[in-house]
T-cell receptor
């Protein structure tokens, strides 16, 4: 399985942008890049996903490197409610076998 | 629209007992999955299904059985509970293999 590497933790100030990095040097052509987040005592929440092009939705933006070996999740204006563990996952588009890593714990300071 | 519903929310079992964790979705999603999450760790895939009548093993399938007789339901059965199965269990569904997942709120299981 293609794996991802994320920092264990990051800090951000409230109302500032946050850039969460993810490295995936062994990504294959059919792997989608998914991002989920998990707030304390809750189930994971889908954030965004993409294949090759940058993606935007109401929650965040996903910037994918041209060689697809890395990506960045961008929260445009962090709030205290964005404090969570963020998971970057590679998922083959032909499979429903999606495996989580340890993720990045984001702390947002007021 | 309820999304993914898991029952029960909490359960305590004695070692050796069996039980079924229920998962139902009302979004007509073809794909469903079960994960477990141990304290301080990420999620690990137990079993998944790509449609009614079709299931496959994930990363940690031992000690668990699944079946998928309808599109809506994907129950997870613990055959003989062990303390190592103490965990939080999450069910998820998605409509296409390229889509994001919707997760349930989880079942917290303790085996004593």
């Amino acid at each position: 399985d293609a794996k991802t590497t994320q920092p264990n933790s990051m800090e951000s100030n409230e109302e500032e942008p946050v850039h969460l990095p993810c490295n995936h040097s062994t990504i294959s052509g059919t792997d989608y890049i998914h991002w989920y987040r998990q707030l304390p005592s809750q189930g994971p929440e889908y954030v965004i996903h993409g294949l090759t092009s940058n993606v935007n939705n109401r929650m965040a933006s996903l910037a994918i490197a041209e060689d697809r070996k890395s990506s960045t999740l961008i929260l445009h204006r962090a709030t205290l409610r964005d404090a969570a563990v963020y998971y970057c996952i590679l998922k083959d588009g032909w499979s429903n076998d999606m495996r989580f890593g340890a993720g990045t714990r984001l702390t947002v300071k007021p | 629209n309820a999304g993914v519903t898991q029952t029960p929310k909490f359960q305590v079992l004695k070692t050796g007992q069996s039980m079924t964790l229920q998962c139902a979705q009302d979004m007509n999603h073809e794909y469903m999955s079960w994960y477990r999450q141990d304290p301080g760790m990420g999620l690990r895939l137990i079993h998944y299904s790509v449609g009614a009548g079709i299931t496959d093993q994930g990363e940690v399938p031992n000690g668990y059985n699944v079946s998928r007789s309808t599109t809506e339901d994907f129950p997870l059965r613990l055959l003989s509970a062990a303390p190592s199965q103490t965990s939080v269990y999450f069910c998820a569904s998605n409509s296409r293999q390229t889509d994001g997942y919707t997760f349930g709120s989880g079942t917290r299981l303790t085996v004593v």
